[in-house]
């Protein structure tokens, strides 16, 4: 089982940058894919990126392609979420999952964060 922290959400300007961390305790960390979600208020949660246990697999919707970055390090169980050139419609909460399961890693991870937001003022 993992448990998994995520921090680093706050208050930003348009153009401006964050990190995300997931920070993971449990066991085997290193062995889970970890996805990053986000639920924006009143729409659903959408899937934003997902880095492979390994860290050489990784996975980006076409919206934050080039301006989001997710890497990990597993000597500290922490996987993030480098966010650049924010923008208002990135305002959300931001979740980070894990799950031994790439092809789910996208779709239903089965451990979840409880989630940190993001505010992009314009």
């Known amino acids: 089982q993992v448990q998994l922290a995520e921090s680093g959400g706050g208050l930003v300007q348009t153009g401006d940058s964050l990190r995300l961390s997931c920070a993971a305790s449990?066991?085997?960390?290193?062995?889970?894919?970890v996805g990053w979600f986000r639920q924006a208020p009143g729409k659903e949660r959408e899937f934003v990126a997902a880095?492979?246990?390994?860290?050489?697999?990784?996975r980006y919707i076409d919206s934050v392609q080039g301006r989001f970055t997710v890497f990990r390090n597993n000597a500290k169980n922490t996987v993030y979420l480098q966010m650049n050139n924010l923008q208002p419609e990135d305002t959300a909460v931001y979740y980070c999952?894990?799950?031994?399961?790439?092809?789910?890693?996208?779709?239903?991870?089965?451990?979840w964060g409880q989630g940190t937001l993001v505010t992009v003022s314009s």
């Open positions: 880095v492979s246990w390994s860290g050489d697999g990784t």
């Open positions: 449990g066991s085997s960390f290193s062995d889970y894919n």
């Open positions: 999952a894990a799950d031994l399961n790439w092809g789910r890693i996208m779709i239903n991870p089965i451990y």
